[in-house]
């Protein structure tokens, strides 16, 4: 398995609490992706990055802001988490464009 | 954006080959097809892609037909850990760095049978 961690993979907040989620390689590759899987969507990219401070959205970023200062670690942040947010996210790495995307564990948000 | 149609759902016996179809008769010239796919509960993994010609590796078969509209995924002989949805994408490009993403659909849950 390529060395993608997630953290945490369990956390349950409360509305309107800020939450951070944790992408981290060790593969050294460019592109970092944060995506969130729900039933019946399959899996929506929410931000993607193709380099350290290098950044763009994905087409469900609305709520969401992420920030990469070092290669091997890609934050997604929920400034004030909301139900809708309730959902299992996934980060994926890949070492540039025409190349597979590699997943990690996933984080399983649960918002009350 | 091409899109890709695949059946919700299929079963193979456990030891044959397990064949996904799936269309994208809307595909440019110069998008690729992939396939992932997902055990209950992990990330997606990747299995294959390709262009235009046939591709194999250690896991599967990718068949394209000649006009690029469909392709085939195959599993030569399943076991039961092949189980999964299975994701058919076509790789499009969303910005001027040329950084492609991927686009899940539905995909299809194959199950193997003992």
């Known amino acids: 398995d390529a060395g993608i961690t997630q953290s945490p993979r369990h956390k349950v907040t409360e509305t309107g609490t800020p939450v951070t989620l944790r992408c981290h390689q060790t593969?050294?590759?460019?592109?970092m992706y944060w995506y969130r899987q729900d039933p019946g969507h399959g899996l929506r990219l929410i931000h993607y990055?193709?380099?350290?401070?290098?950044?763009d959205k994905g087409e469900v970023s609305d709520g969401y802001s992420v920030s990469r200062s070092k290669t091997e670690d890609f934050l997604l942040t929920l400034e004030s988490a909301t139900s809708s947010q309730t959902s299992v996210y996934f980060c994926?790495?890949?070492?540039?464009?025409?190349?597979?995307?590699?997943f990690g564990p996933g984080t399983r948000l649960t918002v009350t | 954006d091409a899109k890709t149609t695949q059946p919700p759902s299929m079963d193979c016996a456990e030891g044959r080959a397990a064949n996904l179809p799936c269309n994208h008769s809307?595909?440019?010239?110069?998008?690729?097809v992939y396939w992932y796919r997902q055990i209950h509960s992990q990330g997606p993994q990747y299995i294959i892609h390709?262009?235009?010609n046939n591709e194999t590796n250690e896991m599967a078969s990718l068949i394209i037909t000649e006009d690029r509209k469909s392709s085939t995924l195959i599993l030569p002989h399943a076991t039961l850990r092949d189980t999964a949805v299975y994701y058919c994408?076509?790789?499009?490009?969303?910005?001027?760095?040329?950084?492609?993403?991927?686009?899940f659909g539905t995909g299809t849950r194959l199950t193997i049978i003992p």
């Open positions: 990055s193709y380099g350290v401070k290098d950044t």
């Open positions: 994926a790495i890949s070492p540039g464009q025409r190349y597979e995307q590699y």
């Open positions: 390709g262009l235009k």
């Open positions: 809307t595909i440019s010239g110069n998008e690729y």
């Open positions: 994408i076509v790789r499009e490009a969303i910005s001027n760095f040329g950084n492609e993403k991927l686009t």
């Open positions: 593969e050294n590759h460019r592109y």
